[in-house]
């Protein structure tokens, strides 16, 4: 789905950066004060080497072996110091990364189940990967070379003033042209920017669906056509990265200039200066120094308005995640003994100006009953499991859940007395064990081995691993059939007092399904079961039926 192109003021997203920054400060700090440190090691080099040519060429007076010593250890400093930042670049950096990292994921995960539809899941990783990147390198790396560039500008644009103030002026004649441009290129590469990381992130959506549906697409022959959606999107981005490097070309071009007119300018001063006899040639050198450690803060400054640029559209993206609606805090409601759910006058819309998948639906799904819904494709039954499992509200009516003792609206407070299977397969990658314990994490192996024979998934135990078997993705090394038994398992190992069946029988034989459903009733004949089932002849074992037909 398209996501339109949220744009927020560069204030707005300085604020959120600032907000974000806590959890990357440490590390910032740090990065400014080994940077400062060096920018001073690096003056007081530039200060030595002065005195030592002078001292070397008879311009005065002192002791050229203590001078050698000192420029060697400010060198042997400033190593230690390059070692020190990248350490601290290497492990802050990464933990800083994966913080920021796991508070988006989570905060996915808990947002409302409607709203996460908005945006295609390979956009969401693009996201999480690349903007998240982003952000943490600005904050961690990019805002502190700005702060340590700034003192090394303006240290060393002092420290030449009280040489020649002369030269110091002739060096920054060039800043407010550097200035000017900086604003017109924010504002133009802001705007490329975006187009590129869209474009990038519907690479990836496409590639990814592409690798999950390549049976479909080597089934309906369509490799060409998918491969032609790609290098369309390819070349479209290929275009955009282009107008990317021909305007910072332009740009830096165009500073590059400024800055060896000031610099030759300044030089040829220098030179005019040291044949008078007004200056020494430790004085010239330093000069020299001086003129790269001046304008070489104003080139990174320009050299980072990129990273800067990428950093702020990816934090627009993220702020496009927090937009997300969160699902209130969970302050779980279990009901004890069996439960039963009412809805009363139910209409439903996924949007306001939709389609009514529910209308007016009234029915009690009595405690202990096992029900099966009934309806053509499209006609709400799914939708109906959802408002059960509060993951969609209701347009109008109620949806409650009760027992002999109390009763509580449905919301996600109540999610905690379901289990649920949904249709298709949801295995995740890794064990059989692991899978079935994310049912219940305090399953035994007695508990696993009763809910997969009550499954009628013990087949695992015949397997070469057991129950330390790995299925791949989806489920990769078993058959449909045998996945979704082990689905079926995993939702009965958790304790719920209703059990949700999408579809959850769809892959499997008359007679496997049939037996299943009677381990179940036999099993758990206090549980409430609702099966979602195209299949009549399941409907027999079922107390009662309902039939919902498409609005």
């Known amino acids: 789905m398209r996501i339109n192109k949220t744009k927020y003021p560069t204030k707005a997203i300085l604020k959120w950066l600032w907000a974000k920054h806590k959890g990357c400060r440490t590390q ?23 005195r030592l040519v002078d001292i070397a060429t008879g311009a005065r007076h002192g002791s050229l072996f203590l001078l050698i010593g000192i420029f060697a250890g400010i060198m042997l400093a400033e190593l230690l110091l390059h070692i020190a930042s990248t350490w601290i670049s290497a492990t802050l950096g ?73 030269l110091a002026y002739i060096l920054i004649i060039v800043s407010p042209v550097f200035i000017v441009l900086s604003r017109i ?11 590129i990381k869209d474009s990038n ?15 479909v697409i080597k089934t309906l022959e369509r490799t060409p056509l998918m491969t032609n959606r790609l290098a369309s999107r390819q070349s479209m981005l290929q275009s955009q990265v282009k107008s990317r490097a021909k305007f910072t070309i332009f740009s830096k071009s165009i500073i590059n200039i400024g800055f060896a007119g000031a610099y030759l300018t300044a030089l040829v001063w220098g030179l005019t200066q040291l044949q008078a006899g007004v200056i020494t040639v430790g004085v010239l050198m330093a000069f020299t120094q001086l003129i790269n450690r001046i304008q070489r803060p104003l080139l990174d400054m320009a050299r980072l308005l ?5 950093s702020l559209t990816s934090s627009e993206r993220l702020m496009e995640l927090e937009e997300l609606p969160l699902e209130p805090s969970a302050h779980p409601h279990p009901l004890s ?20 998948v529910i209308n007016n639906f009234t029915h009690d799904f009595r405690p202990g009953s096992f029900t099966a819904i009934l ?21 109008e009516g109620s949806v409650t859940l009760y027992n002999g003792k109390e009763a509580h609206p449905a919301s996600p407070d109540t999610r905690c007395n379901f289990s649920y299977v949904p249709q298709g397969n949801t295995l995740f990658s890794g064990t059989i064990r692991e899978n079935l314990l994310m049912g219940n994490p305090k399953a035994t192996t007695e508990q696993m081995a009763r809910a997969l024979r009550t499954a009628m998934a013990d087949f695992a135990f015949n397997l070469p691993e057991g129950l330390d078997t790995i299925c791949g993705e989806h489920g990769g090394g078993l058959s449909e059939g045998q996945a979704q038994r082990i689905t079926i398992a995993r939702a009965l190992l958790r304790p719920c007092s209703i059990l949700l069946l999408d579809e959850a029988t769809s892959a499997l034989d008359n007679t496997t399904e049939r037996q299943l459903l009677l381990n179940i009733k036999q099993e758990h004949p206090d549980t409430t079961i609702i099966f979602v089932t195209h299949r009549l002849d399941a409907v027999q074992y079922a107390d009662e039926q309902i039939t919902i037909s498409k609005n």
């Open 28 to 50: 910032a700090i740090a990065n400014i004060i080994i940077g400062i440190t060096q920018v001073c090691l690096g003056l007081a080099g530039v200060e030595t080497l002065r």
């Open 94 to 166: 990464v933990r800083s990364q994966n913080t920021m990292q796991r508070n988006f994921f989570e905060r996915i995960l808990n947002g409302k189940w409607s709203g996460i539809g908005r945006f295609h899941s390979g956009d969401i990783l693009n996201r999480l990967f690349g903007d998240v990147s982003d952000i943490v390198r600005l904050m961690t790396e990019v805002i502190p070379s700005v702060a340590v560039i700034t003192f090394q500008f303006i240290a060393s644009f002092l420290y030449l003033y009280s040489m020649d103030s002369t």
């Open 185 to 195: 290129y924010f504002r133009k590469m802001r705007r490329i920017v975006r187009k």
């Open 201 to 215: 992130s519907a690479l990836q959506s496409i590639i990814q669906e592409c690798v999950q549906h390549k049976m």
């Open 306 to 310: 990129p990273v800067f640029v990428n």
């Open 337 to 356: 003994g069996s439960a039963g759910i009412r809805f009363d006058n139910v209409t439903y819309r996924y949007t306001d100006s939709g389609r009514t």
């Open 375 to 395: 309806g053509e494709t499209g006609a709400g039954k799914t939708t109906l499991l959802r408002l059960m499992l509060s993951l969609v509200s209701t347009t």
